[in-house]
Each structure stands twice: as C-alpha cells, then as structure tokens.
C-alpha cells in the first residue's frame, strides 16, 4: 500500500543481570512506552538463528546492543556477511543472521543496529551512570530514526 509506514522490530540484545549488557533491555522498554504503530519492541539474551523466522515478518529490524567499545551511540546498517559454521551454536553476528534470513526465509528485511557504549558489565542489576546516559541517549536517536525511516 501507498504511504504505509514500514513495519519494524525493535530487539534489544543482552543480560539486565550483568550491568550495562541490560542496556538493549533498558532501551526496549524505554521505546515500548512510545507504543509507536507498526513498530513490535521485544528483547533477548543472545542472538540465535532462530530469530531469522520472526525477522522476516518485518520491512526492517533494529538490534539495540551494548557495546564493548567506542564513545558514541552508533545507528548503522548492517551488512549480510556469509554465516560462518565455527560460530553457529551460541552467538551469532548480527551480519550472519542478516544473511542467513535472506539465504532461508528469503526474506528481504534490512537491518541495523545501535551500538550503544558500556561502562561496568559485572553481576549487577542495574545500568551504570555512564551506561544509562548512553541508554537515554539511544532512546533520543532511536525515536528520531524512526520519525526518519522509510
């Protein structure tokens, strides 16, 4: 249809019980409260190949994760890189499975990702002061992208 907005998931990667690896969580639910139409908002420990079935049923998929390095809040598209087999039983990169849901499904959903700086990733339940800037500041970019994307 003519002037429909894109469908987008929103999933934010890491543990709220190791810090600021909780800063895709904090974000996800930072965003959910906008209840934006045809943006979905979920959240996940890990990355797993079982995602590429949920990702196709989207135009766009953003991957909010905490990042071990860099002093920015990044927004970036991510490129489809062949999946490696050394790498596909715990953790995937976000570029194998962008890859492997075209590959598969056939999908042909565009991904990106927000890189979003850590500070303190130690057993802890909540965001360092350092990691809930960055967090807040994602929130700030993120609800721009969006108003952007098409």
């Known amino acids: 249809m003519m002037g429909m907005k894109p469908s987008i ?3 934010g990667i890491g543990n ?3 810090g600021d690896d909780g800063i895709g969580a904090y974000v996800c639910a930072q965003l959910e409260e ?3 139409p045809r943006i979905s908002v979920q959240t996940t420990h890990q990355l797993h190949t079982e995602w590429i079935y949920t990702f196709q049923q989207y135009d766009a998929v953003l991957l909010i994760d905490a990042s071990l390095s860099g002093q920015d809040v990044l927004i970036r598209p991510i ?3 062949p999946a490696s087999s050394s790498n596909l039983s715990h953790h995937m990169a ?3 499975v962008a890859a492997l849901t075209s590959l598969i499904v056939g999908s042909a959903t565009r991904f990106f990702e927000c890189a979003v700086p850590g500070d303190a990733f130690g057993l ?3 965001l360092s002061e350092k990691g809930r800037m960055h967090a807040d500041l994602a929130v700030a970019m993120i609800t721009g992208w969006l108003d952007d994307f098409s």
């Open 16 to 18: 709220p019980l190791r």
């Open 9 to 11: 998931l929103i999933l």
């Open 94 to 96: 976000a570029s194998q």
């Open 34 to 36: 906008l209840n934006t």
């Open 124 to 126: 802890c339940d909540q």
């Open 79 to 81: 490129s489809r890189a």
